[in-house]
């Protein structure tokens, strides 16, 4: 079993910045690809960032140049760096670690954590 717990969202205004972190655990490499999605009320999830094993990096186009995501293998950590928050970033963030066993992949999702993004 894989654990991911996410940490960090809250109520920010707008220009403003939040880091979010999702902590692993459990049978997970500290290397296993990552990434971040965020569902907004009425709205579907979408990807935000993710981060392979090797430390590449991509993004939605919503949060280029503003996002950044990040890993600390040591902590089995990623983190997603928010700046210049907008109102339209004002979702439930959620962790994802699609990990391989015995060539099945299986989806983790940690529990969300909200970030309101006042105007």
């Known amino acids: 079993q894989v654990q991911l717990v996410e940490s960090g969202g809250g109520l920010v205004q707008a220009g403003g910045s939040l880091r979010l972190s999702c902590a692993a655990s459990g049978k997970i490499g500290s290397n296993n690809p990552m990434g971040w999605y965020r569902q907004a009320p009425g709205k579907q999830r979408e990807l935000v960032a993710t981060?392979?094993?090797?430390?590449?990096?991509t993004y939605a186009d919503s949060g280029k140049g503003r996002f950044t995501i990040s890993r600390d293998n040591a902590k089995n950590t990623v983190y997603l760096q928010m700046n210049s928050l907008k109102p339209e970033d004002t979702a439930v963030y959620y962790c994802h670690a699609p990990v391989m066993s015995l060539s099945i992949k299986y989806d983790y999702w940690g529990q969300g954590t909200q970030v309101t993004v006042s105007s």
């Open positions: 981060i392979t094993s090797s430390g590449t990096t």
